[in-house]
């Protein structure tokens, strides 16, 4: 990797929408209150600014502080769509999401963006949802068996993609794929052997934990059946043909 580049660019007006109420309550007490913090929405179109300022080189990284209500959701569709990416497949592990983040996975989906989507959620956020988001997941993203959802005891947040073009995208941080009214950091970076050593473990989880059974059946087995034969009659009258014109 290159050294880590010092010449940051922090401005301090994309943080001017966060008011800081500063009444700690009672003073003469050893032990106060934390000062709390009211954060006014940020709207997508902050999340495409982002995006649009991010040009990303080989091996080069970007560290990002982001206000808590920014949706980091959004920031992947909008990083996607700006550039108008072909994606072979987009890896997503988060603790939770929302209906709006299943609803931009779509779009993504729909626009033809994406070949596949691989989705990994904690057991603790498929226990709570079973009946709700998990299932509004299935009805929205499983298109045309490209969509596959995994469960397990998770707390990574990671975003990985491979392109059409061979670029290889790694994002990772705190922030999951909906906003938590934190303040959140992620970094992104355009890294070959970042995105290997991470998809490894995630097709590992995938594998082992997925939740859509993916087993041929019906027409579908059928059709796969009879091209299966075919292929073996095409290869004995091949070896045949050959035996022949040995004898001869």
């Known amino acids: 990797m290159n050294e880590l580049d010092l010449n940051f660019d922090f401005n301090l007006e994309d943080f001017s929408n966060i008011e800081i109420d500063i009444s700690f309550g009672d003073n003469n007490q050893r032990y106060i209150c934390p ?3 009211r954060l006014k929405s940020i709207k997508y179109r902050n999340a495409s600014k982002l995006s649009k300022d991010i040009s990303l080189s080989q091996n080069e990284r970007y560290y990002c502080i982001i206000d808590g ?12 769509v700006d550039r108008d990416l072909r994606v072979k497949e987009l890896t997503i592990s988060t603790l939770s999401l929302s209906q709006e983040n299943i609803d931009s996975l779509a779009n993504l989906l729909n626009g033809g963006y994406l070949d596949k989507l691989n989705l990994i959620v904690s057991d603790y956020f498929y226990s709570h ?9 299935y009805e929205t993203l499983d298109i ?5 959802l995994a469960v397990c005891r998770s707390h990574t947040k990671i975003t990985l993609f491979e392109t059409h073009c061979n670029k290889k995208v790694v994002m ?3 922030a999951n794929l909906r906003s938590s009214d934190n ?4 970094s992104i970076e355009h890294n ?3 995105y290997d050593f991470n998809y490894t473990f995630h097709k590992n989880i995938l594998d082992n934990f997925k939740t859509i059974n993916k087993s041929l059946r019906g027409k ?7 091209q299966n034969q075919v292929k073996e009659e095409e290869a004995t009258q091949s070896l045949k043909e050959e035996t022949q014109d040995k004898d001869h």
């Open 220 to 226: 579908k087995l059928w059709q796969k059946v009879e």
């Open 69 to 80: 209500t920014f949706i980091f959701g959004d920031f992947i569709e909008a990083f996607i």
């Open 35 to 37: 000062p709390k913090s």
């Open 183 to 186: 303040i959140e950091q992620f």
């Open 144 to 148: 045309n068996n490209k969509f596959q």
């Open 192 to 194: 070959n052997e970042l």
């Open 129 to 137: 949802e079973r009946n709700n988001l998990i299932k509004y997941a």
């Open 172 to 174: 990772y941080g705190s």
